[in-house]
């Protein structure tokens, strides 16, 4: 990202700053008709992706639907829902909503229930990854564009007024030169190749939302020490596809000087406050957590060795830099209420959500560029030619 297009959309950000932090946003015109397609036992309801309707003046929950019984019943309740379904497409056919949640967690119903609800003419608001493989998602977002439907995927932390803070602090040079991101998965039992998938797909739009589209990537992905082949391939938990490693490292190529890495090992002491995001600038550091209020930290130190300069580190909070968090019990409720407004916002003025179908599907080739690179046994470019799973070839 060129440095002025990052300092316009950091002036962007903080000027709806005000408007996102509140629990409503100004109510629109329209009413709109929403719809919640989960999955109980495969995905479920994804990290609050059916509540997050309720309480919002703009919208009605007018359905849901669920294959199970149980939990369809349980989340009409929940969501004060007039009807239910077993079927999604009937649902669909039958209620036209305009905007659909597609909660489960589980992958491999993605694709058919996005592309379900752009037949029918329903924006989106997905749970992430957006889906299994780079095929997949080059059909969701023509199938999407093709009636200039949006989609908005659950990627919490680009919605942050913390992170918009960050963004115009690196906008206005605080930390120099972006050199280096470091990223690190949970890397708790999913460490290696589900935590690429399930976790990594927050650093990875991170990471981008920090530099820019990645150019290129080369990875090796190992399992039990030694790199992976094809017997070492499993099909992945929730649906999430071909798997293969407990350890993964990753290095990418954006725009100018910027490098980024990436590395997963699976059950490694205290690996899981490791998770995150580190950015490091030729003028400083700066670190960050995931969610929709991270706990992102920067210390000025051109050595990037603050124990030795005893330069300071100072908090960026959702009020701004070296100033405490004014959010006392943040939560993913709120997180999704700002994708949420966001994605009325989006609707209403024709342009595409924060974290839009594009940065969902961008994320997931840096993911699966990993995958192909170890196959190839060598640096891949970005787009990838290769549209299939790397892992299933």
Request: charged residues 25%; hydrophobic residues 40%; contains cysteine.
């Amino acid at each position: 990202m060129r440095r002025r297009d990052f300092i316009a959309a950091s002036a962007i950000t903080l000027a709806n700053l005000s408007t996102s932090r509140r629990s409503v946003a100004r109510p629109g015109t329209a009413k709109y008709r929403v719809a919640v397609i989960g999955r109980t036992g495969q995905g479920n309801y994804g990290h609050g992706l059916d509540v997050v309707w309720n309480g919002l003046d703009q919208v009605e929950v007018v359905a849901v639907a669920d294959p199970d019984p149980e939990g369809c019943a349980a989340a009409a309740r929940r969501l004060r829902a007039p009807a239910s379904y077993s079927d999604y497409r009937r649902m669909l056919e039958m209620e036209r909503p305009q905007i659909v949640s597609v909660a489960p967690r589980w992958l491999d119903c993605h694709r058919d229930m996005v592309l379900a609800c752009a037949e029918t003419g329903c924006h989106v608001f997905l749970e992430k990854p957006m889906c299994q493989t780079l095929e997949q998602a080059d059909e969701m977002i023509a199938a999407l564009e093709k009636r200039n439907l949006k989609l908005a995927i659950a990627h919490q932390t680009r919605y942050s007024p913390a992170l918009a803070h960050a963004q115009k602090m690196i906008a206005d040079g605080s930390l120099g030169d972006i050199l280096e991101l470091r990223g690190r998965g949970k890397e708790d039992r999913r460490g290696g190749g589900e935590d690429l998938m399930v976790l990594g797909t927050h650093v990875m739009d991170l990471m981008r939302f920090v530099a820019g589209n990645a150019q290129w990537c080369f990875a090796q992905v190992r399992s039990d020490g030694h790199p992976v082949t094809r017997d070492d391939v499993r099909d992945g938990a929730e649906g999430i596809g071909p798997l293969a490693g407990d350890e993964i490292h990753a290095m990418y190529g954006f725009d100018g000087m910027t490098t980024g890495y990436f590395s997963t090992h699976r059950a490694r002491q205290g690996a899981s406050a490791r998770y995150g995001l580190q950015v490091y600038g030729s003028r400083g550091i700066l670190t960050m957590t995931t969610g929709a209020v991270p706990e992102i930290w920067y210390v000025e130190d051109p050595s990037w060795q603050p124990g030795r300069s005893k330069a300071p580190w100072k908090r960026i909070s959702s009020d701004g830099v070296d100033k405490p968090e004014p959010l006392s019990d943040p939560n993913q409720a709120y997180g999704n209420r700002l994708i949420a407004l966001d994605l009325i916002r989006a609707i209403e003025t024709d342009t595409q959500p924060k974290g839009s179908m594009y940065d969902g599907r961008a994320a997931l080739e840096m993911i699966l560029a990993v995958y192909e690179s170890h196959r190839l046994k060598a640096p891949v470019r970005l787009p990838l030619e290769n549209r299939r799973h790397p892992l299933s070839m």
